[in-house]
């Protein structure tokens, strides 16, 4: 058992020299929006970055009446957005088929991506080829039939049918990204492929036109499961997200009960919020208050937004209706790219841009009200007048906790920060932890200091001081080679709602951040290192 125990406090004043000797911890991105739903093409339960409209375009095609995500996306990259994240989700559907000649039978490809919009063609030679067991394949994805506008190629050179084969063609396209084989090889390999016209250098074969779009969306095909990572779950294989946005399954719709409390649950674990549409049964502000205590969802968590956006539909069906919270993504977003600091962004007014606007007025009055259940108003342009209140979270101002979205925001930035950039320490052994715990209690309270030096803290309530803890108590010398490292990390606040604290949690498996409890965090100076700890370490399971 170690004799020190490095644990800190970042005092009031104090100067930067901490953060010399910091390394391997750099604060995170602010306003990644992910969008999981229906889109015209692309990839399956793939976390795909886009950072324009053009970008999703180019990947899962554009505006489609049945998928509520392609507007949302569109008004988030209009409304200011930086970097979003599409997850697509089908429900059947299949991908089209290539049937390459080859003798009496054909060689068959069939498309990863299911969508009637999927263009996929094939081409075989012989180039550099000797003998006649071997060919080459090249396979493209097309951004419309018939044209040379190649979104995606892959060559495959020297592939056979023969099994065993070096670059048997099972194999080799095990790693496509575009296709796979589809039933039996033929007796010999696919033939070349002829060139339609003398001024074309190579021939393809195009797809057949049997791919299909699959039905509209359920809830169980939007929540997806763990284990496969598919719908919600396939946001669990990427780095980072700070939102997430779940549009309607489809048009005249709401998102159901079901996925919102798991996309909530899923929010809480990856550190980001859960942006949430009103139910299409809100048809003006006095429905919307009337109904809003049978609402069931109420987390620090989730963030909704009041009333509908209009904007218009360019696919020419006139004004239309769309939940909001892609809207609000982007103006977020966009706060955040303007500030010189993020949370400087506190400020924010809720105010969509020309090409949208609220779809019903909403009185001074009940902005008042709906603020009191956590749902916060969009303003008119035209309304100059319109009172500026805080942006909050779900929360019900019954609730004695902190309901500003900044402050929950910065909690959830702060905790993404440290448990990403502490990662490295699952990779010392137990014999190895003395050093380990220092340097991680120096990481910690350098990123503390900086943001109490730059006021972020202030800024998001969090006026007292930070500390971290993670000495022998947590990561004992003696513990076994598979043990977790584990941290603390917190900040006091004048308030007991003001407070927070963190147990970070580092095994081979995969990282964790939760909050825990602690009855004195309103307690300041000296005896935080020691009421605080005591209570933190007798409060968190083992």
Request: include cysteine.
């Given at each position: 058992m170690s004799g020190s125990a490095p644990v800190g406090q970042v005092p009031a004043g104090s100067d930067s020299a901490a953060l010399q000797a910091v390394s391997d911890l750099s604060p995170l991105p602010t306003a990644v929006t992910a969008f999981v739903g229906r889109t015209l093409k692309g990839p399956i339960n793939e976390p795909v970055t886009v950072t324009s409209y053009a970008q999703y375009v180019q990947v899962f095609g554009g505006l489609w009446r049945q998928s509520p995500l392609s507007y949302s996306v569109d008004q988030y990259f209009a409304h200011g957005g930086q970097v979003a994240l599409v997850v697509r989700v089908a429900s059947g559907g299949s991908a089209p088929t290539i049937d390459l000649p080859a003798g009496e039978g054909s060689l068959v490809l069939q498309g990863l991506c299911p969508g009637a919009r999927e263009y996929l063609r094939a081409s075989v030679d012989y180039q550099l080829i000797d003998g006649d067991e071997q060919f080459n394949l090249i396979v493209q994805r097309l951004r419309a039939p018939g044209s040379e506008l190649v979104e995606q190629q892959e060559i495959f050179r020297r592939v056979s049918l023969r099994p065993g084969a070096p670059r048997n063609i099972e194999t080799v396209l095990a790693s496509s990204r575009l296709v796979r084989l589809r039933g039996a090889l033929p007796a010999a390999r696919p033939l070349p492929t002829s060139a339609d016209t003398r001024n074309a250098p190579i021939g393809y074969v195009d797809c057949n036109a049997d791919g299909s779009d699959g039905q509209a969306l359920s809830d169980y095909d939007l929540i997806g499961s763990v284990e496969a990572q598919r719908g919600l779950f396939a946001l669990q294989s990427t780095q980072l997200f700070n939102f997430l946005c779940i549009p309607p399954p489809g048009p005249d719709q709401d998102l159901g009960l079901a996925t919102v409390f798991v996309a909530e649950r899923l929010c809480r674990?990856?550190?980001?919020?859960?942006?949430?549409?009103?139910?299409?049964?809100?048809?003006?502000?006095?429905?919307?208050?009337?109904?809003?205590?049978?609402?069931?969802?109420?987390?620090?968590?989730?963030?909704?937004?009041?009333?509908?956006?209009?904007?218009?539909?360019?696919?020419?069906?006139?004004?239309?209706?769309?939940?909001?919270?892609?809207?609000?993504?982007?103006?977020?977003?966009?706060?955040?790219?303007?500030?010189?600091?993020?949370?400087?962004?506190?400020?924010?007014?809720?105010?969509?841009?020309?090409?949208?606007?609220?779809?019903?007025?909403?009185?001074?009055?009940?902005?008042?009200?709906?603020?009191?259940?956590?749902?916060?108003?969009?303003?008119?342009?035209?309304?100059?007048?319109?009172?500026?209140?805080?942006?909050?979270?779900?929360?019900?101002?019954?609730?004695?906790?902190?309901?500003?979205?900044?402050?929950?925001?910065?909690?959830?930035?702060?905790?993404?920060?440290?448990?990403?950039?502490?990662?490295?320490?699952?990779?010392?052994?137990?014999?190895?932890?003395?050093?380990?715990?220092?340097?991680?209690?120096?990481?910690?309270?350098?990123?503390?200091?900086?943001?109490?030096?730059?006021?972020?803290?202030?800024?998001?309530?969090?006026?007292?001081?930070?500390?971290?803890?993670?000495?022998?108590?947590?990561?004992?010398?003696?513990?076994?080679?598979?043990?977790?490292?584990?941290?603390?990390?917190?900040?006091?606040?004048?308030?007991?709602?003001?407070?927070?604290?963190?147990?970070?949690?580092?095994?081979?498996?995969?990282?964790?951040?939760?909050?825990?409890?602690?009855?004195?965090?309103?307690?300041?100076?000296?005896?935080?290192?020691?009421?605080?700890?005591?209570?933190?370490?007798?409060?968190?399971?083992r």
């Open positions: 674990q990856r550190q980001a919020v859960l942006l949430i549409d009103p139910p299409r049964s809100w048809v003006d502000a006095a429905t919307a208050l009337a109904q809003l205590p049978q609402w069931p969802v109420r987390s620090a968590d989730a963030l909704m937004c009041f009333p509908p956006v209009s904007c218009v539909d360019a696919l020419g069906a006139g004004r239309r209706r769309f939940g909001p919270s892609a809207v609000v993504a982007g103006l977020l977003a966009r706060a955040d790219a303007a500030a010189l600091r993020w949370w400087q962004g506190a400020a924010l007014q809720l105010q969509p841009d020309d090409t949208s606007r609220p779809a019903m007025p909403v009185s001074a009055v009940q902005r008042t009200q709906l603020a009191r259940f956590g749902v916060n108003t969009l303003v008119d342009a035209l309304d100059i007048a319109a009172t500026r209140l805080p942006v909050t979270t779900l929360v019900d101002a019954d609730h004695r906790v902190e309901r500003r979205l900044l402050a929950r925001r910065m909690q959830l930035w702060i905790a993404a920060s440290i448990e990403r950039s502490t990662r490295w320490s699952v990779s010392a052994a137990p014999s190895q932890w003395d050093g380990v715990r220092e340097k991680v209690a120096r990481q910690v309270l350098s990123l503390l200091t900086l943001l109490s030096q730059e006021r972020a803290l202030a800024a998001a309530g969090l006026i007292g001081e930070g500390f971290v803890v993670c000495d022998w108590r947590l990561n004992p010398d003696t513990a076994s080679a598979a043990a977790p490292f584990r941290l603390i990390w917190g900040v006091t606040g004048s308030q007991p709602e003001q407070g927070c604290a963190w147990l970070v949690t580092h095994q081979a498996a995969g990282s964790s951040s939760r909050p825990v409890s602690v009855n004195r965090l309103s307690v300041a100076g000296a005896r935080v290192a020691t009421e605080i700890e005591a209570d933190i370490l007798r409060n968190i399971s």
